[in-house]
């Protein structure tokens, strides 16, 4: 089994940046795609961005694109979720996903072990 954990979500004003880490158990961390979604009141979870497990090639969704950035560290088991210039609307829990592949995570949204959620609230 594999355990996630989300940390480094907090109250940031628009404008600001925040990063998140998803601390992973294992010894085969390396060999999962790894991404993150993010859920707001009341509305589904949604995708985005993804890794795979060599570190590239990365995916975000179109909401996302610029203004964050996915990465990796395998020798400290840990992905990362840098936001910057963030907005009212990136307000959600966000959680980390770990899969077999980023077809999975960009297209199918499904991941095979789940983190417990970082509430990431953006104020105007």
């Known amino acids: 089994q594999v355990q996630l954990v989300e940390s480094g979500g907090g109250l940031v004003q628009a404008g600001g940046s925040l990063r998140l880490s998803c601390a992973a158990s294992?010894?085969?961390?390396?060999?999962?795609?790894m991404g993150w979604f993010r859920q707001a009141p009341g509305k589904e979870r949604e995708f985005v961005a993804a890794?795979?497990?060599?570190?590239?090639?990365?995916y975000y969704a179109d909401s996302v694109k610029g203004r964050f950035t996915i990465s990796r560290d395998n020798a400290k088991n840990t992905v990362y979720l840098q936001m910057n210039s963030l907005k009212p609307e990136d307000t959600a829990v966000y959680y980390c996903?770990?899969?077999?592949?980023?077809?999975?995570?960009?297209?199918?949204?499904?991941?095979?072990?789940w983190g417990q959620g970082t509430q990431v609230t953006v104020s105007s």
């Open positions: 890794i795979s497990w060599s570190g590239g090639p990365t």
């Open positions: 294992g010894r085969t961390f390396s060999r999962y795609a």
């Open positions: 996903a770990a899969a077999q592949s980023t077809r999975a995570l960009t297209g199918r949204g499904t991941g095979d072990y």
